[in-house]
């Protein structure tokens, strides 16, 4: 009776297995694949890179960026971001003066007047959103995308945000920090004379470009007027417009100097079309308004920066080890 029992209880311990197996096994189908996540690497005199933590970088979400990117799907006129924002031109277009998308991931405001804010998840919200109005139902039907978007955000249904939330990834990759001036920070290689003198210029207050343009994003992401008109309207109030406030009148963003050589023309409205006018702008060219930036008119620039030509052509040459060929020709940003 006693032995009988015992193998009972065997049987029953042996089935209770059995069954606690197989529902270990129902609870991880079905089973997702988990996503690749990355981080991005950067020198390390760029600031530190904000991540956004409901958008986590990984690589299936870069490449449905990427995809994206390049899709006329997303506009109802038959254009793609890149058809404004071409790889070889840094990620802008000349004849349409768009901004460049270069190390966007430290920006916090957006266009010329900073008028799209804060996160590039928010900037690319307003691209899909407001400027494509992005039709979904046309992803929706496509053969790939309802799958590749499940495998990133875990739904088959998409939405604008899900495609901004996709481009931002992609274009949070795209980091620029391999120019010729990069690898002479990092002491891989030597500046000419004529670039370290470029150098000097801009770094110290024989130039100031650096108060604005600063290391190692060459921007500051914030707005100034640099004095380019006296008088302002509609067209050159700049931010003005968005805030309403007078002390807003005419600043613009500060562009990155990163791939200068590659994004003209230059200024929010494109007036000049080559960096020799850029230069003689700065050297002689500011205009006083009350609403200048008061760098422009420290002690000592009554008259101008006082660069001679030599100085104009080297601060140029040293503008130009900001450009990164790497960047421009990297496959991981190419049309996939
Ligand atoms: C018809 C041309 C055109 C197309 C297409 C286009 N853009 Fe732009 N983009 C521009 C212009 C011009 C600017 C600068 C406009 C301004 O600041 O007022 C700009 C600026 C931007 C900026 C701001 C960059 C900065 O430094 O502040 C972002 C981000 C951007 N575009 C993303 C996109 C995305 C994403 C798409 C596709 C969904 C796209 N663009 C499609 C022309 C275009
Ligand atoms: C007070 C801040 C400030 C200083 C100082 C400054 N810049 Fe700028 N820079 C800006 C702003 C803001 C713009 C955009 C202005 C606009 O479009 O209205 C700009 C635009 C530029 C552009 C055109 C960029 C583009 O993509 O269109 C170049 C090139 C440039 N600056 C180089 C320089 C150099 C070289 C110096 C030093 C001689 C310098 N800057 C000093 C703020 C500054």
């Not at 000349?94 to 900037?123: C, K, M, P, R």
């Not at 590659?262 to 002689?284: A, S």
Request: proline content about 4%; some cysteine; glycine content about 6%.
């Amino acid at each position: 009776m006693y032995f009988i029992s015992k193998i009972n209880l065997f049987l029953f311990l042996f089935i209770l297995l059995i069954f606690s197996c197989k529902k270990k096994q129902e609870e991880i189908t079905p089973y997702k694949e988990p996503l690749e996540y990355i981080q991005l690497t950067y020198p390390n005199y760029f600031p530190e890179m904000t991540l956004n933590t409901s958008n986590r970088l990984s690589k299936e979400g870069v490449a449905l960026g990427r995809k994206l990117y390049y899709d006329t799907l997303l506009s109802n006129d038959g254009r793609s971001c890149s058809s404004c924002h071409n790889q070889t031109e840094s990620f802008s277009k000349q004849s349409v003066n768009s901004l460049a998308h270069i190390n966007l991931a430290w920006h916090s405001s957006f266009l010329w007047d900073g008028s799209v804010g804060s996160t590039l998840e928010d900037a690319m919200i307003f691209e899909v959103g407001t400027f494509f109005g992005t039709d979904v139902s046309k992803l929706q039907n496509h053969s790939e995308y309802p799958s590749l978007f499940e495998k990133v955000f875990g739904s088959k249904q998409i939405s604008v945000n899900q495609v901004a939330f996709a481009l931002a990834q992609f274009t949070r990759s795209m980091i620029s920090s391999n120019s010729k001036y990069d690898r002479y920070k990092k002491g891989e290689l030597q500046l000419t004379p004529q670039e370290l003198n470029g150098l000097d210029i801009f770094f110290t207050e024989r130039g100031d470009c650096f108060h604005c343009h600063t290391l190692g994003l060459f921007t500051d992401n914030s707005y100034h007027n640099t004095g380019l008109d006296d008088n302002f309207n509609e067209l050159n109030s700049g931010r003005y417009l968005f805030t309403n406030n007078s002390a807003d009148i005419g600043k613009f963003k500060t562009p990155t100097l990163r791939n200068i050589e590659f994004t003209p023309p230059y200024m929010h409205d494109g007036r000049y079309l080559t960096l020799e006018q850029v230069i003689e702008f700065y050297n002689n060219g500011v205009k006083i308004s009350p609403y200048v930036d008061p760098i422009m008119t420290k002690p000592g620039k009554e008259f101008g920066l006082g660069l001679s030509t030599q100085d104009k052509n080297d601060l140029i040459a040293f503008l130009k080890t900001l450009s990164d060929t790497s960047f421009l020709n990297n496959p991981q940003f190419s049309k996939p």
